[in-house]
T-cell receptor
Framework: AQSVTQLGSHVSVSEGALVLLRCNYS??????LFWYVQYPNQGLQLLLK??????LVKGINGFEAEFKKSETSFHLTKPSAHMSDAAEYFC????????????FGKGTSLLVTP | EAGVTQFPSHSVIEKGQTVTLRCDPI?????LYWYRRVMGKEIKFLLH????????ESGMPNNRFLAERTGGTYSTLKVQPAELEDSGVYFC????????????FGPGTRLTVT
């Protein structure tokens, strides 16, 4: 079985501040890890993914995440938040055990204040 | 290139009625997934098609849900008869392959059962 825990259902940051969204996973086999973003009234869009290559993964819109096996974590960061980053963010894990279906966390809503 | 499309975008039906949701994946994507997000909960996997075959339907809630994928192209998800707890947003995603391939999501169908 595999699962994802996202700490904090709501995170608020000031414009220009560091964005840190936490994700811890559980998987009995090597996982694939993903961060998706959902803007209002839109579908999910892939930000970045880890597929056993480099542990530091760079994605779109200035986001990056680091895979830490020892900590079973895959936290999402961005050095400087923009107002346009306000959205809901989902961490997901998949593996051969799940038939590569995505197992999602509950999501974190990011609010960016001026 | 067109993305994943879903129809309808919204559906409001009464308990006991039937509803059919449609998903058109990206052309050439053999893998098609259905997910559901019930309000306040995480996005949950329903089933996975490879071409026209059901690869994994372990997430289907019960036998009131029937999914088909005609000729390995578009897919339909029928709920019959609908219950109140079926309300939520139904997402479809497609990918070129399993594993680390990106799953491209449609905008979702919001189903409300009254």
């Amino acid at each position: 079985a595999q699962s994802v825990t996202q700490l904090g259902s709501h995170v608020s940051v000031s414009e220009g501040a560091l964005v840190l969204l936490r994700c811890n996973y559980s998987s009995s086999v090597p996982p694939y890890l993903f961060w998706y973003v959902q803007y209002p009234n839109q579908g999910l869009q892939l930000l970045l993914k880890y597929t056993s290559a480099a542990t530091l993964v760079k994605g779109i819109n200035g986001f990056e995440a680091e895979f830490k096996k020892s900590e079973t974590s895959f936290h999402l960061t961005k050095p400087s938040a923009h107002m346009s980053d306000a959205a809901e963010y989902f961490c997901a894990v998949s593996s051969s055990n799940s038939g590569y279906a995505l197992n999602f966390g509950k999501g974190t809503s990011l609010l960016v204040t001026p | 290139e067109a993305g994943v499309t879903q129809f309808p975008s919204h559906s409001v039906i009464e308990k006991g009625q039937t509803v059919t949701l449609r998903c058109d994946p990206i052309s050439g994507h053999d893998n098609l997934y259905w997910y559901r997000r019930v309000m306040g909960k995480e996005i949950k996997f329903l089933l996975h098609f490879v071409k026209e075959s059901k690869q994994d339907e372990s997430g289907m809630p019960n036998n009131r849900f029937l999914a088909e994928r005609t000729g390995g192209t578009y897919s339909t998800l029928k709920v019959q008869p609908a219950e109140l707890e079926d309300s939520g947003v139904y997402f479809c995603a497609s990918s070129q392959g399993p594993g680390g391939y990106e799953q491209y999501f449609g905008p979702g169908t919001r189903l409300t059962v009254t």
